[in-house]
């Protein structure tokens, strides 16, 4: 059986595209059995649309509290019994509910070499901060901010002439084809953590 795969998204959605594109094919081991957002009307929902794949949106403005969104989300996932739960451009962070639920099954992408520049400006910081070498990162999800155990980094130049937006085009190639290749290896072949050290091949 493939690995069920479910991917919150807030935006774009090319990681997703690249997800949903790579399960196309049965070798792959993985498929996306459903999508959630936490906004409407945005193109990764579309994507997910298209391709025929269950959608959800959980609004932290339709809930009292952030804790109570947390459970919504936890529950709106849990119906879709996910092996591995692929935060790809999920612009919130999850919280106590939902990480004890799926532990060491959420995986978030990254567009910066962590533990460098965490947060939602990784590069325009890398950037500003004047690097020559950035890239994206692939991590199991914890509760701080993008500081997870690593699965995998992939790493880009950064060029003379780069402005925000070039440089993030950059990144997000390198992401999509990272993402693809170490999810679609979690699924089949597991992976084990120890001492924040990640290894393919629990399976
Ligand atoms: C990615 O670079 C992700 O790491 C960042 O936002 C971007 C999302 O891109 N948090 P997309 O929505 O998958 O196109």
């Known amino acids: 059986m493939p690995s069920r795969l479910v991917v919150l998204v807030s935006g774009d959605g090319t990681n997703l595209q690249a ?9 792959y081991g993985a498929e996306v059995v459903a999508v959630g957002a936490d906004r409407e009307g945005i193109e990764g929902l579309a994507r997910a649309e298209r391709a025929g794949i269950a959608t959800f ?4 403005g339709d809930y009292g509290t952030r804790a109570d969104w947390d459970a919504a989300l936890t529950e709106a996932v849990a119906e879709h019994r996910p092996d591995v739960v692929v935060l790809a451009g999920f612009m919130k962070l999850v919280g106590a509910s939902f990480l004890e639920r799926f532990e060491g099954r959420v995986v978030n992408t990254h567009p910066a070499l962590c533990p460098s520049f965490p947060g939602t400006s990784g590069p325009a910081d890398a950037l500003a901060y004047g690097v020559k070498v ?3 990162t692939l991590f199991v999800v914890d509760a701080g901010v993008d500081t997870g155990a690593i699965i995998a980094q992939t790493t880009v ?3 003379d002439a780069d402005d925000v937006e070039s440089l993030h085009a950059r990144i997000k190639t390198a992401e999509r084809a990272m993402l693809v290749e170490s999810v679609g290896r979690m699924a089949r072949e597991g992976i084990s953590v120890e001492n924040r050290r990640v290894r393919f091949g629990a399976r």
């Open 157 to 159: 130049p950064v060029e």
């Open 57 to 60: 949106v959980r609004k932290v």
């Open 19 to 27: 997800l949903i594109d790579a399960a196309g094919d049965a070798a």
């Open 134 to 136: 950035t890239g994206a």
